[in-house]
């Protein structure tokens, strides 16, 4: 804190009025010796034991010392300096001849009541400029406590409302994070429900595959039992010509199970170019991701790194979860880190082949593959 010089109020004043009162006591000096002087006769000397003390003027207090310089004030005006008291000019007496001894008069009562008068002014100079003195050291006392107090008090609002600030910044950051709770749960249970959705309609599909194979299997028993009821008809009426029936019958058989096997054959045929187009997809899948993978240097042998996958239509990626890692934890990330800068993946466009093969994936990584 500056601390600064508090100028006494009336300084300049309480100066002039000094000068004046110095001047009015000298003024009645010269007038109460010179109103006794006479022409003529003897001439009668005033004997002064000693001469009244001129009231000083009341300098200003000291100021107080300064921590550091202030900024540079314009120049006060420099104080009057006192009047020359003047001189009382001796006139020459001449030399008179020898009289006889006259005895010094005492002083007379107005010369000691001017005394009197002029120590009793200064004292109340002294007192007045004490006075003065500790008016001012009180004011600057009371301002540099009102100062202290008022960078207190900032200081407090300030403390006060950095805290304030900080309460309100925790508070919105828990209102963001239990924000982004309730949506990771909400997220979490949509997809739960979806996953439940889709697996409840492929338990549907399955029991509809399985129905239409029993009604299959069904139509094919009866089939069989009706043609087992006329050939025992046909045999029981016409037995001879039982061998050509039975061979006709055989013959019926045989071109079934060809027709069968064919069927079986077609069927294992269409499995196989099924497997094989889902085996290309899932081949393009893992060509596009491995070749984003970044090794780390220091891997050692061929580890292998299981991921499942949950796709989009569209090919871009759900979520990608380690299920076996590869013992490397870098490389295992680098993994995870390609899975999702290779969206969108090369999926078909089919959607029930989609569903069936690539909604959710199984894909194995080796780095040496």
Same mark, same amino acid.
Do not use: C
């Given at each position: 804190?500056?601390?600064? =010089?508090?100028?006494?109020?009336?300084? @300049?004043? +309480?100066?002039?009025?000094?000068?004046?009162?110095?001047?009015?006591?000298?003024?009645?000096?010269?007038?109460?010796?010179?109103?006794?002087?006479?022409?003529?006769?003897?001439?009668?000397?005033?004997?002064?034991?000693?001469?009244?003390?001129?009231?000083?003027?009341? +300098? /200003?207090?000291?100021?107080? !010392?300064?921590?550091? /310089?202030?900024?540079?004030?314009? /120049?006060?005006?420099? !104080?009057?300096?006192?009047?020359?008291?003047?001189?009382?000019?001796? %006139?020459?007496?001449?030399?008179?001849?020898?009289? /006889?001894?006259?005895?010094?008069?005492?002083?007379?009562?107005?010369?000691?009541?001017?005394?009197?008068?002029?120590?009793?002014?200064?004292?109340?100079?002294?007192?007045?400029?004490?006075?003065?003195?500790?008016?001012?050291? =009180?004011?600057?006392?009371?301002?540099?406590?009102?100062?202290?107090?008022?960078?207190?008090?900032?200081?407090?609002?300030?403390?006060? =409302?950095? $805290?304030?600030?900080?309460?309100?910044?925790?508070?919105?950051?828990?209102?963001?994070?239990?924000?982004?709770?309730?949506?990771?749960?909400?997220?979490?249970?949509?997809?739960?429900?979806?996953?439940?959705?889709?697996?409840?309609?492929?338990?549907? %599909?399955?029991?509809?595959?399985?129905?239409?194979?029993?009604?299959?299997?069904?139509?094919?028993?009866?089939?069989?039992?009706?043609?087992?009821?006329?050939?025992?008809?046909?045999?029981?009426?016409?037995?001879?010509?039982?061998? %050509?029936?039975?061979?006709?019958?055989?013959?019926?058989?045989?071109?079934?199970?060809?027709?069968?096997?064919?069927?079986?054959?077609?069927?294992?045929?269409?499995? =196989?170019?099924?497997?094989?187009?889902?085996?290309?997809?899932? #081949?393009?899948?893992?060509?596009?991701?491995?070749?984003?993978?970044?090794?780390?240097?220091?891997?050692?042998?061929?580890? %292998? $790194?299981?991921?499942?996958?949950?796709?989009?239509?569209?090919?871009?990626?759900? +979520?990608?979860?380690?299920?076996?890692?590869?013992?490397?934890?870098?490389?295992?990330? $680098?993994?995870?880190? $390609?899975?999702?800068?290779?969206?969108?993946?090369?999926?078909? #466009?089919?959607?029930?082949?989609?569903?069936?093969?690539?909604?959710?994936?199984?894909? @194995?990584?080796?780095?040496?593959?």
């Amino acid at each position: 804190m500056n601390l600064r =010089a508090v100028d006494e109020p009336g300084r @300049v004043t +309480s100066g002039a009025l000094a000068v004046l009162v110095h001047l009015m006591f000298f003024s009645l000096l010269v007038f109460g010796v010179s109103w006794q002087k006479r022409i003529a006769g003897p001439v009668v000397v005033d004997l002064w034991q000693d001469l009244p003390e001129p009231v000083n003027k009341v +300098s /200003p207090p000291p100021e107080p !010392p300064k921590p550091a /310089p202030p900024k540079p004030e314009p /120049p006060r005006p420099a !104080p009057l300096p006192p009047m020359p008291a003047p001189e009382v000019k001796k %006139e020459p007496v001449a030399p008179l001849p020898p009289a /006889p001894k006259v005895e010094a008069p005492k002083p007379s009562a107005a010369d000691i009541e001017l005394k009197e008068k002029l120590r009793k002014q200064k004292e109340e100079d002294e007192a007045a400029r004490r006075e003065e003195e500790k008016k001012a050291e =009180a004011e600057r006392r009371e301002k540099q406590e009102k100062a202290e107090l008022e960078k207190r008090r900032l200081e407090e609002e300030q403390k006060k =409302a950095e $805290a304030e600030r900080l309460e309100e910044k925790k508070k919105a950051e828990l209102e963001k994070r239990r924000l982004e709770e309730e949506q990771k749960k909400a997220e979490a249970e949509r997809l739960e429900e979806k996953k439940k959705a889709e697996l409840e309609k492929r338990r549907l %599909e399955e029991e509809q595959k399985k129905a239409e194979l029993e009604k299959r299997r069904l139509e094919e028993e009866q089939k069989k039992a009706e043609l087992e009821k006329r050939r025992i008809e046909e045999e029981r009426k016409q037995r001879a010509a039982a061998v %050509e029936r039975e061979r006709q019958q055989q013959e019926v058989v045989r071109k079934q199970r060809e027709v069968e096997e064919t069927k079986r054959r077609a069927e294992a045929a269409a499995r =196989a170019a099924h497997q094989k187009l889902i085996d290309d997809w899932k #081949a393009r899948i893992e060509a596009k991701i491995k070749n984003r993978v970044v090794v780390p240097q220091n891997m050692e042998g061929n580890p %292998e $790194a299981r991921f499942e996958v949950v796709l989009l239509p569209g090919g871009d990626v759900l +979520s990608a979860n380690l299920k076996k890692s590869s013992g490397n934890p870098a490389y295992d990330e $680098a993994v995870g880190r $390609a899975i999702m800068v290779a969206q969108p993946l090369p999926v078909p #466009a089919e959607t029930e082949l989609f569903q069936d093969s690539f909604r959710e994936l199984t894909l @194995v990584f080796r780095p040496k593959d």
